[in-house]
């Protein structure tokens, strides 16, 4: 996935990478690999990775509902 801009992507595309990152941390990863595996996956920054994190965590996304 070519580098993407947090807020171009739609709160679908965000919801999909914090069921990701909630995933990977679910499966033998610690939160900052974690964070790094995806953020590298979706070509994002780590900040930008948090802000998803923290969104979906406020919200109680899916697979946290």
């Known amino acids: 996935m070519s580098p993407q801009k947090l807020e171009e992507l739609s709160q679908e595309e965000r919801k999909e ?3 990701e990152l909630v995933n990977a941390q679910d499966h033998d990863l ?10 590298e996956k979706f070509g994002l920054t780590d900040e930008d990775v948090r802000q998803i ?8 996304w899916p697979p946290l509902s």
């Open 30 to 39: 610690g939160v900052k690999e974690s964070r790094k595996v995806i953020a």
């Open 53 to 60: 994190e923290k969104e979906g965590l406020d919200a109680e």
């Open 17 to 19: 990478i914090f069921r």
